[in-house]
């Protein structure tokens, strides 16, 4: 991650000032104090605030750095240092009774809100510009020629679809062009061949905003909605994100819409390329994409289909074009009413924005419903203010959480009463009720009885999501004296949706069932991203779900057993074909093989595939040994997600060992040594105040882009010692 806290052009806001609201159903929303409106700005800061802020905690004990912690004694067992972690991780809880997070990373988001207030005129809150400004000025990388811009994601290197988006938000911001931070950045979007070689997702948000001409880019006709369902490459057949995103991409580059000029947009116009704009020839840099960005070239099947496209544009019929358009307006409409406004992510949602501001103006019901929740993406950290990739991932936390403390047992004890009291109400809460107004409409997958990622209002089904809830419900009702929220009905709801979320080869996907053929992965038009076109089937969800379905099975017996048995044995025979031949497994969710391969031998062990009793399960112990690095730990490099093979991190991962840990153990791995060593790395590396420091990014998404899970660092280490104490006994620590 770039150093932080560098001094930034337009300075920083007072954070004691800011205030998170968190009560809304697990909205989070952060206000400045300075706002008169709020009069809860008055009280003291919470520890929640204050640790997301990286000020210290209201009981001195437990701020880390420095400190003198009136604890200091170090644990001498795994689970008092699980009990430990946790105490300190309490105090981080919400008053509804889930935990808030970070939810950063990725760096094209932040943009794309800016872009869209800006283009609406929608002003933007001053304590808001100079917190993103901040946040930017500690992301910039610093690595010498070629490297002082911004990349994809807070750790990847300079791209031209990085740098130019992130220094035309920080011009519209009032940072001026000859800052040396801005010369810098600069100077290696230059040397990375310019805007004029941006990937097909920035070349749109610049012709957006006027400072790239249509004619650079590929025509996205809005004419492919109006394709029949049947038809194998119709967008109702895409990844849902996908489809949701190309959705308003399809209008904009149908209207050809872009912002009118004005003198920092005629300015911009000159920072951003080597050449004279108005010398640009622009059709020949359609498919014009700098190296540095290129993770996906054109499959020569997309250039054929580019060249369609490109000749339909300049015949199209005018009749159909506006039928499209208003068939494209209308899905938008129904995707902003089916999520509250909060949209499936904030790509769709700040272009979603955009389009109702074209149609409907800035005095309408529905943009003014959009900018009020535009708040919920953004996030006010240490480092400034960023856009996270979704509005928070609440639930996926929350279930984790609730089973950390069940497996720990550290949920039993009377000290965590409350607090695991609250986490149930809040995932009772978070369950999806209904299927959304427009959802047949809208070809969503149903979602009634289904646990989203983040809130129940966003109300995205998501495989794992619902299959993590289920569990984390399920565990905790089970404990003494717990009120029994979710009824049976509204667990055989959550059973309904993983045995209808199924796919041909046994395995599960996120949000839907796999609709298209993947040869439609060869027209992925984004070079950024692999993997996006279509939904694929991954270990992780397919774990979630198997697991969930035995556990909800025990308790309840009779619902639909043959169902759950036939569903459970394809499962299984998906994570025998997913298993590569060194006896991994690979994991699009987060970096990356000890993390899929913790799921894979936690479905193996379902079966009582143990390493004693199969062969799949012994390779897999010994790929995760094979891994473990002289301090006891495991840590693997970011570009495991990218390159597909295993990479060491230069360091040892509080998060990586983890997940090798609970790996280890759920395969009953007869290495107990090996065990003990990594719980003690992870108790060495534990803070005196209990918590665990942040390491390297945890996430990540369609193989290129990190994502933040700060929680991680948290509830997998209470998890994993728990467990080992609990399975290797109390001695010998
Ligand atoms: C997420 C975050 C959560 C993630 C898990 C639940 C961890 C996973 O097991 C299933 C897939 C899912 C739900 C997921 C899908 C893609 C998301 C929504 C994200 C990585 C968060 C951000 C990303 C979204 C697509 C970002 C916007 C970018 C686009 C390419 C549209």
């Not at 020569?300 to 339909?312: N, P, R």
């Not at 949920?411 to 695991?420: G, L, R, V, W």
């Not at 609709?515 to 439609?520: Q, V, Y």
């Amino acid at each position: 991650m770039p150093t932080t806290r560098r001094k930034a052009p337009l300075g920083a806001t007072d954070v004691s000032k800011w205030r998170l609201d968190s009560q809304d159903e697990g909205r989070h929303v952060w206000h400045y104090a300075a706002d008169p409106s709020r009069s809860s700005t008055s009280s003291e800061q919470t520890d929640e605030e204050k640790y997301w802020l990286g000020l210290p905690l209201n009981d001195l004990t437990y701020s880390s750095a420095g400190s003198s912690s009136a604890d200091s004694s170090r644990p001498a067992t795994p689970l008092e240092a699980a009990r430990k972690g946790f105490e300190f991780y309490k105090k981080l809880q919400s008053e509804d009774g889930h935990w808030a997070g970070e939810y950063g990373g990725p760096l094209f988001l932040l943009p794309g809100i800016v872009f869209a207030m800006y283009i609406s005129q929608t002003p933007i809150p001053q304590e808001w510009k100079i917190e993103m400004a901040r946040y930017l000025t500690n992301m910039r990388r610093d690595n010498g020629e070629g490297d002082e811009g911004w990349g994809l994601h807070i750790e990847g290197v300079s791209t031209v679809m990085g740098t130019s988006l992130n220094y035309v938000v920080l011009r519209i911001l009032g940072v001026g062009p000859d800052e040396p931070m801005m010369v810098k950045a600069r100077s290696t979007l230059l040397f990375h061949g310019g805007a004029a070689a941006a990937p097909s997702w920035a070349k749109l948000w610049l012709a957006t905003l006027n400072l790239y001409s249509w004619e650079g880019t590929h025509p996205i006709p809005p004419e492919l909605w109006l394709l029949p369902t049947w038809f194998p490459m119709s967008p109702t057949k895409w990844w849902s994100y996908n489809r949701m995103v190309v959705l308003p991409m399809t209008f904009l580059s149908g209207s050809r819409f872009a912002t009118p000029l004005n003198p920092l947009l005629r300015s911009l116009r000159e920072e951003l390329y080597a050449d004279a704009y108005d010398s640009i020839n622009w059709p020949s840099q359609r498919s014009n994409i700098a190296s540095v960005d290129l993770y996906s070239p054109h499959p020569a099947l997309l250039e054929v289909v580019f060249a369609v496209s490109g000749a339909y544009e300049r015949v199209h019929s005018t009749w159909l074009r506006k039928r499209a358009l208003d068939y494209v307006y209308e899905l938008i409409k129904m995707e902003d009413e089916n999520t509250s406004y909060q949209c499936q992510a904030p790509v769709n949602k700040a272009l979603n924005m955009i389009c109702r501001w074209i149609r409907e103006g800035p005095s309408s019901d529905a943009f003014r419903l959009h900018k009020a929740k535009i708040r919920d993406f953004m996030w006010m950290s240490k480092d400034g203010m960023m856009t996270t990739g979704t509005n928070g991932s609440q639930l996926w936390d929350a279930g984790f959480i609730a089973q950390a403390l069940y497996e720990s047992g550290l949920a039993t004890e009377d000290q965590n009463k409350e607090s695991t009291t609250k986490l149930l109400s809040w995932i009772d809460r978070c369950q999806i009720r209904e299927n959304p107004r427009w959802f047949g409409e809208m070809s969503r997958h149903a979602s009634k009885g289904a646990w989203p990622f983040s809130t129940r209002e966003q109300g995205y089904t998501i495989s794992d999501c619902t299959s993590e809830g289920l569990k984390a419900v399920i565990y905790l009702q089970s404990l003494p004296d717990m009120p029994q929220l979710v009824s049976r009905e509204r667990m055989c709801d959550a059973v309904d949706i993983i045995l209808s979320l199924q796919n041909a080869d046994g395995g599960f996907a996120a949000c839907e069932l796999v609709r298209g053929s993947t040869l439609l992965e060869m027209l992925n038009p984004a070079e950024v991203f692999r993997d996006i076109m279509i939904e694929h089937t991954y270990p992780e969800c397919t774990t979630a779900c198997l697991t969930a379905l035995s556990v909800f099975s025990k308790l309840h017996p009779d619902y639909r057993p043959e169902d759950i048995e036939r569903t459970s044995a394809r499962a299984i025979s998906f994570i025998h074909s997913s298993q590569r031949p060194d006896g991994s497994w690979y994991g699009s969710w987060a970096v990356c093989f000890t993390y899929a391969t913790m799921f894979a031998l936690e479905s193996l062990a379902l079966v009582g595939e143990t390493a004693a009793t199969s062969s799949r399960a012994a390779k897999a112990c010994e790929f995760l040994l094979s891994k473990q690095i002289e301090d006891g730990g495991w840590g693997e490099s970011f570009q495991c997600c990218e390159t597909r093979e295993y990479v060491q991190h230069e360091q040892s991962q509080v998060v990586n060992t983890a997940y090798a840990i609970i790996g280890l153990l759920a395969a009953k791995s007869t290495d107990h040594e090996a065990i003990r060593r990594g719980c003690r790395l992870l108790m060495q590396r534990q803070l005196d105040n209990g918590e665990w420091a942040q390491e390297a990014i945890e996430g990540v998404f369609n193989h290129t882009c990190g994502i933040s899970y700060p929680n991680y660092k948290f509830y997998w280490s209470i998890w994993a010692l728990g467990k080992a104490q609990k399975e290797l006994g109390d001695e010998g620590w």
